[in-house]
Each structure stands twice: as structure tokens, then as C-alpha cells.
């Protein structure tokens, strides 16, 4: 019998984390990355199999690549939008997902499409503000390089097409892709633990692995642009794409947190 990892929660967080490894487990199985295997869960606990790690390896990184192209592609319905929520969470939470100890907003399947600047913006930049400014770790000058950055990206000026594979709008997302939720499975591909599954664009997840130095993301670069070629300027846009992550840990952690996430953001001005 396998082993078991246990991971306890409320009730809203053990119910997001649950839906989305389920719709990643259902990626993984058309040949998408690998995700923590779901086993037993109950209203404020979740069991996954426990994965065996080893070393990272410029392989194993290159064939991660590969198949998390295939995971942010995959949509039966054809149809997915910025901040949707994954299957199986919704209204009995008000839309609202977890990532840390923050709130995520997320909109329902089928709702009105929105550009990438205008979710980025209102959903996963400004809602931060707040939190980040009560612990110091963002001053009123500081707020207001973010909030003009969330104008620029309203205006448009950081739509960029979503990588070849991806046919919706938005594409399947971890969420949470920093090295810490990346585990490096003993002779097999990397496994995915932890999630706030989204849509979003794929930009992001492949910015956030470069948060925390996530090993060998060139070649996990790599494996993935064979797959599912990155639109131009990707590269340029990595910073961008880190800021939501970046202002979630200045919202719950402070410190330093905020004066990286306004380094960051002034380099979009």
C-alpha cells in the first residue's frame, strides 16, 4: 500500500486544492505533467501519495517542459477564460480560492471573456494593495507605481498571444508554480503538488518557476517551446508575469517582499 501525505486546512482551501488536482491529474492523464496523486480528502484534510524524490536532472527538466505545455493546452471544453475557476469550485465559495493564506479571486465557466491586462490587473495585482500597505511593506508611492502599471496593462500593452498549443483564451495553470511545488520525482518526470489551478496565461506559471530558482528552468524552457512555442518577447515578460506572486508573499509576509515587487514593476513603466 502506498504511502500517504497528509495536508490540513479550512474547508475552502482543502476544497480548492482537491478540484484542482483533480482537473490536473486529468491533464496529466492525456499527457500532461505530472501531479501529486489524489487519494482520500474529507472537509478540512486531503491524502496524497507520498513521491519519492532524487536529484534534479537537465532531462528530466527538459521532458517537464514538454509535457506542462501539453497541461496548459488541455481544455475537453474547448472553451476556458481568464481566472476560471477549475471544475468542482465555485459558487459555494463565492469564487474565491486560496493561494498561501491569500484570497484568489476566480470567475465561473462560461463567463464574459476578459483581455489578459484587464484580468492580470483587477484580479491579481490590485486586490493585494491593501494587505501589503497595512504591513509596511509597500508605501503610498509604492501602491501607486502598481496601480499604474495595472493601467498600462488595462490599455492592452502586455497582450500577448498565449503559446501555439493553447486554442482557449486561457490556459490550465498550476497557480502556484514556484520551486517549492515542483518536486523532483526519483528517476521520472517532476511532479506538481500544491496548486491554485486557474485559467490564465501560460507565461505565468513558466515566470514563476524563476521566483524561488527553480533548477534547470532553461531546459525546462526548452522541452516546452518544442511542444508549444512561445509567442515574442516572452522573455521580456517574465518580471510581469512574477509580480502576482510576488505581491501575494508582500500582502502576507512583508518585509522585503515589497520593495522586490516595486523593483519589478517599475521596469513595465
Known amino acids: 500500500m502506498a504511502a ?14 482537491v478540484a484542482g488536482l483533480t482537473e490536473l491529474q486529468a491533464a496529466a492523464d492525456d499527457g500532461g505533467a505530472p501531479v501529486a496523486q489524489l487519494a482520500n480528502w474529507g472537509t478540512t484534510q486531503l491524502q496524497t ?71 492580470y490587473a483587477t484580479d491579481r495585482l490590485l486586490p493585494y494593495l491593501p494587505a501589503a500597505r497595512d504591513n509596511g511593506s509597500l508605501t503610498a508611492a509604492d501602491a501607486a507605481v502598481i496601480t499604474q502599471l495595472a493601467q498600462r496593462l488595462r490599455d492592452g500593452i502586455f497582450d500577448a498571444p498565449q503559446p501555439a498549443l493553447i486554442a482557449t483564451d486561457a490556459a490550465l495553470l498550476h497557480g502556484d508554480l514556484w520551486a517549492g511545488n515542483l518536486l523532483w520525482a526519483r528517476g521520472g518526470t517532476p511532479t506538481l503538488i500544491d496548486p491554485a489551478c486557474q485559467g490564465g496565461h501560460a507565461e505565468s506559471d513558466l515566470a514563476q518557476l524563476q521566483v524561488f530558482h527553480s533548477p534547470h528552468t532553461a531546459e525546462i524552457y526548452a522541452g516546452y517551446q518544442e511542444v508549444s512555442p512561445l509567442a515574442d ?31 519589478v514593476a517599475r521596469r513595465y513603466l
Open 49 to 119: 501519495t507520498v513521491i519519492t524524490t532524487g536529484l534534479p536532472s537537465a532531462a528530466a527538466a527538459r521532458e517537464f517542459g514538454a509535457r506542462l505545455a501539453v497541461t496548459h493546452a488541455w481544455c475537453p471544453a474547448q472553451h476556458r477564460v481568464f481566472g476560471q475557476a477549475p471544475a468542482g469550485f465555485g459558487a459555494d465559495w463565492d469564487y474565491t480560492g486560496v493561494m498561501g493564506q491569500a484570497d484568489l479571486p476566480l470567475v465561473p465557466p462560461g463567463s464574459a471573456p476578459r483581455s489578459f491586462g484587464e484580468f
Open 4 to 17: 500517504l501525505f497528509t495536508k490540513t486546512g479550512c474547508a475552502r482551501a482543502i476544497a480548492f486544492e
Open 233 to 263: 518577447g516572452w522573455e521580456e515578460r517574465i518580471g510581469l508575469h512574477q509580480l502576482h506572486i510576488l505581491l501575494v508573499h508582500a500582502a502576507l509576509f512583508g518585509g522585503s517582499y515589497g520593495h522586490q515587487t516595486v523593483a
